[in-house]
T-cell receptor
């Protein structure tokens, strides 16, 4: 079975631009969570989506938004990019809303570089 | 709010030696605790998790961790290190309910180096 997939693998943007990152969960998984991992730090929770609705949000500015589609894939959007947004963006999927009770499977991430 | 502190950003061991990676947590309610491993240029893989059942948790690849409430610790161990264990390890905490059922709060990570 295919694991969690993310696209693109790498992305380079300039300050002020916007970016869209994509995640396809494991088949049958309805919960998708997004994390930001800045170099040298642990991942930080951005969002959780379940059944197309936001179920949790971390301490990130409104420049960050996301959505989940009927096929449970998800997009993370970041507007007005700052240098500090440079990071590895990870997507994790799990079957249920109560994701911490399940094994959350992480994708390989999208490496975003903001110049 | 929950938090995790991983003691030691780098740990170096010889192949065949004991691996001990330290994690202390802070939580006002009973926590769920996790250890993840991250290999270079890859996502995170779950090694093991504690969900209030047995305090000694066995995971994949020979790793185990013991939940000690009195010490607020969840240290990761492996009796004999293998070269393939070289990676970055993250401890994470979560609680049931709260703002999200999917939120994991991660520590800063510990890079494990294994010498021949």
């Amino acid at each position: 079975d295919a694991g969690v997939t993310q696209s693109p693998t790498h992305l380079i943007k300039t300050r002020g631009q916007h970016v869209t990152l994509r995640c396809s969960p494991i088949s049958g998984h309805k919960s998708v969570s997004w994390y930001q991992q800045v170099l040298g730090q642990g991942p930080q929770f951005i969002f959780q989506y379940y059944e197309k609705e936001e179920r949790g949000r971390g301490n990130f500015p409104d420049r960050f938004s996301a959505r989940q589609f009927p096929n449970y894939s998800s997009e993370l959007n970041v507007n007005a990019l700052l240098l500090g947004d440079s990071a590895l963006y990870l997507c994790a999927s799990s079957p249920r809303q109560e994701a911490i009770l399940d094994t959350q499977y992480f994708g390989p991430g999208t490496r975003l570089t903001v110049l | 709010a929950q938090s995790v502190t991983q003691l030691g950003s780098h740990v170096s061991v010889s192949e065949g030696a004991l691996v001990l990676l330290r994690c202390n947590y802070s939580s006002s309610v009973p926590p769920y605790l996790f250890w993840y491993v991250q290999y270079p240029n890859q996502g995170l893989q779950l090694l093991l998790k504690y969900t209030s059942a047995a305090t000694l948790v066995k995971g994949i690849n020979g790793f185990e961790a013991e939940f000690k409430k009195s010490e607020t610790s969840f240290h990761l161990t492996k009796p004999s290190a293998h070269m393939s264990d070289a990676a970055e390890y993250f401890c994470a905490v979560s609680v049931f309910g709260g703002t999200s059922y999917g939120k994991l709060t991660f520590g800063q990570g510990t890079i494990l180096t294994v010498h021949p």
